[in-house]
């Protein structure tokens, strides 16, 4: 059974940093490109957004432009664990976050992930 557990999240003030941490088991992570989507309250689940994507081996990263210098997305193939640091932090950023895995690498379009972990609420204050 694939499992995706994250955590980190809380409430952090706008300027602020938190590390939102996903470990999965069950899988054979090494092969899986992974990803952060955010979910905004009000918003449906198609409404996911994606924040950054790391590729087998992390050769290669993405990131959503609003991120772009803020977040840094990393992974640890040994502890099957995937990262999320985020640094100066904005209100917008307030969401619940969601790790996810795909084994195709095609695209970071929600609906093409394999696999979800169970989400993390980052609020960030004024």
């Known amino acids: 059974q694939v499992q995706l557990v994250e955590s980190g999240g809380g409430l952090v003030q706008a300027g602020g940093s938190l590390r939102l941490t996903c470990a999965a088991s069950g899988l054979s992570f090494r092969f899986y490109h992974m990803g952060w989507f955010r979910q905004r309250v009000g918003k449906e689940r198609e409404e996911r957004e994606f924040?950054?994507?790391?590729?087998?081996?992390?050769?290669?990263?993405y990131y959503q432009d609003s991120v772009k210098g803020r977040f840094t997305i990393s992974r640890d193939d040994a502890k099957n664990t995937v990262y999320l640091q985020m640094n100066s932090l904005e209100s917008e950023d307030t969401a619940v976050y969601y790790c996810?895995?795909?084994?195709?690498?095609?695209?970071?379009?929600?609906?093409?992930?394999?696999?979800w972990g169970q989400g993390t609420l980052v609020t960030v204050s004024p």
């Open positions: 924040v950054a994507g790391i590729s087998t081996s992390g050769s290669s990263t």
């Open positions: 996810a895995a795909d084994w195709s690498g095609h695209s970071w379009l929600s609906s093409e992930m394999d696999y």
